[in-house]
């Protein structure tokens, strides 16, 4: 009987429960359900026109933090290196990233540095359990660079909102893209119609698709579908299923296995899945491919005019498909053909692989890929298939990386974040704005 207080705390604390999980829904509004694959047949729609909305679509960036601290200071670095391993530097100056500090070290005696700070790196990542690693130095003799505890993140927003990126999207011929900030906190952006094939490398989790997505939505904020169509291929099928929906993606045309000519043809509009669905998509690449080049031919100009998009083809996860027992061999193929002679006809690559082994990237596609982004690899052996050169293994994760291109060198990166929410408010926005052409215009 004397047991019946117990339910009105049981209702308080039920309604608290309920109160706190409501109130927590609203702060993080869950991010808008992409659209269901539009699967064929697609229905015959007007050709829609719309607007290129900018930096301005994505949700606000958080404000940055405070002032970071350094992890060890320049003193630390000086005196360890002398006491534990007889090299005498001086660190002249220490630059910070959002993710690393950089000293910059002077040689106070000729030393031969080589197998020697090697030994120190290893032995300063054994004393304080990080990956320090060895980089060029623009000021001084080298850099070591030491992980920041309390990293912070690059917002795809925030490169975007930069003068350097707003000229590159102000350029009508260029294909403006993110890539992240260098070691001097510059903002990193590429014209995809100057460095049009990228191989993207690293162990799961190292920032690969976080890369590639803020490339993609930088561009797509930047380029109507007049202006940019783009082919996804994902066989993990988890990364660009929210893109479903938009209107950049290229419409295809699939023949049913053993069709004539284009009986039973029909049209898909979609991220591809499949590793068949992929190797159709890749051949029907080749097909655009050849087609423009047989226009440009006729027309007997060198370069394709605006009423040809380019066509941006981004497949995540590579080793999935070029593993793939029944179509491996003939997606490497494809790729490579791609990879050889789509720039002319407008068309640009970027592949990503957890793999980065002598398997998945083969001679051929390395010697037709000379572009490279590398993110924290297993082994200095992927570092060294992927990047040319051992080091990848020390970095930190996270978008941590380097971006390589033959004429330009190679830049230690912090790769630009986005999330879902990006993705879904520029969906959202695309579904939203198109107006059917009107008459004359
Ligand atoms: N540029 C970045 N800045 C901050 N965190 C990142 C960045 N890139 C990736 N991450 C973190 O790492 C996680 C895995 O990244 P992801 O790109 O999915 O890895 P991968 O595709 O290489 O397996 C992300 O969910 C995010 O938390
Ligand atoms: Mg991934």
Do not use: W
Not at 125 to 153: T, V
Not at 252 to 274: D, H, I, L, W
Not at 276 to 281: I, P, R, S, V
Request: glycine share 6%; with cysteine.
């Amino acid at each position: 009987m004397g047991d019946y207080y117990i339910v009105p705390i049981l209702i308080a604390i039920a309604v608290y429960i309920y109160c706190s999980v409501g109130l927590k829904k609203l702060q993080n509004p869950k991010p808008p359900k992409a659209p269901v694959p539009n699967y064929h047949p697609l229905p015959i729609t007007p050709p829609m026109k719309y607007y290129a909305p900018g930096a301005d679509i994505f949700p606000e960036p958080p404000e940055m933090e405070s002032e970071p601290s350094e992890t060890i200071s320049g003193e630390e670095l000086e005196e360890f290196l002398l006491n534990e391993f007889k090299i005498d530097v001086e660190v002249i100056e220490t630059t910070q990233s959002p993710s690393l500090d950089i000293h910059h070290l002077r040689l106070n005696k000729m030393t031969d540095l080589g197998t020697k700070m090697n030994r120190a790196l290893e032995g300063m990542k054994a004393r304080y359990n990080l990956p320090f690693s060895q980089m060029s130095s623009r000021i001084g003799d080298i850099a070591i660079a030491a992980p920041r505890e309390d990293k912070q993140f690059v917002y795809l927003r925030d490169v975007m909102d930069t003068p350097e990126f707003e000229e590159l999207a102000d350029n009508p011929d260029a294909i403006p893209a993110v890539i992240g900030i260098d070691e001097n906190n510059n903002p990193v952006c590429i014209d995809l119609t100057k460095a049009p094939h990228f191989l993207v490398a690293g162990v799961t989790g190292s920032g690969k698709s976080v890369c590639a997505n803020s490339m993609l939505l930088s561009a797509l904020a930047s380029r109507t579908p007049d202006q940019l169509e783009v082919v996804l291929i994902d066989v993990k099928q988890v990364e660009m299923a929210p893109y479903n929906g938009l209107p950049h993606l290229k419409t295809m045309t699939f023949a049913p296995f053993g069709s004539v000519g284009m009986e039973g043809a029909y049209r898909v509009k979609q991220v591809f899945t499949e590793p068949g669905d992929a190797e159709t998509a890749l051949q029907s690449i080749i097909n655009t491919m050849q087609y423009r080049y047989a226009e440009a031919k006729r027309l007997g100009v060198r370069k394709l005019g605006k009423e040809y998009p380019h066509i941006l083809v981004i497949i995540d996860e590579m080793a999935d498909l070029m593993l793939s027992p029944a179509f491996g061999k003939s997606i490497e193929n494809k790729i490579v053909r791609i990879a050889q002679l789509a720039r002319a006809a407008k068309i640009h690559l970027v592949c990503c692989t957890q793999l980065p082994n002598v398997k998945v990237l083969t001679g051929l596609i390395r010697a037709n890929m000379p572009c490279r982004m590398v993110f924290h690899c297993s082994t200095a052996t992927d570092s060294r298939v992927s990047l040319g050169r051992s080091g990848a293994e020390n970095f930190l994760g996270n978008g941590d990386g380097v971006i390589s291109q033959p004429d330009k060198g190679e830049i230690r990166i912090q790769a630009a974040y986005s999330d879902e929410y990006d993705v879904a408010a520029l969906v959202e926005y695309y579904l939203e704005s198109g107006e059917p052409y009107t008459n004359g215009i």
